[in-house]
């Protein structure tokens, strides 16, 4: 079973738990994360300051953020020691609570590509801007955005990402 590029959509103890009961003895769960690094004066540093200026104008977004982050840094203080690094320790402890054995971890860089156009495109597919703002707003994001790209970031884009891959395997006898 591969969970790739959707693993933080999940409560992760309840799907872990879930698929452990439905592998069969033995199988494997391959869980992919793959991210966008963020570094100084890098296109993506760009990008996530103007999606968080952005943010700020949403009604609630703020007071909403810290609700969230102090309840995640309460309950999982581990993770935030690594956003940003495309690293993600979490799984491994849930992944073992659930029961499953011989866990490996393997991550690799990787610079990808983009000519203004699809960067524009891949950022306006963030949470934090479709699916979190009306068409207006979108539009107007992706104006300064395409502006930014235009001003400081010539020709084609070499966005550094990390992929941070987790393989589980389920014991081999039922319980």
Known sequence: ??????????????AAAEIRRVLVPGGRLVIIHFNWLARPANVVEATESLMRKHRAGVPGVELAERIVKSAVARARPAWFAT???GIHPESLSTLTSAGFEDLETFSF???IRYDHESWR????SHAWVGASS??????????ELAALLRQRFDGPLAIPH???????????ARP
């Open 134 to 143: 009306t068409p207006h707003r979108v539009a107007r994001f992706d104006d």
């Open 121 to 124: 495109g891949r950022v306006r």
């Open 83 to 85: 956003l940003g690094t």
């Open 109 to 111: 860089d990787a610079d």
């Open 162 to 172: 990390r992929v941070f891959v987790v393989v589980a395997r389920s014991p081999l």
């Open 1 to 14: 079973m591969t969970a790739a590029v959707c693993w933080h959509w999940f409560d992760a103890p309840r």
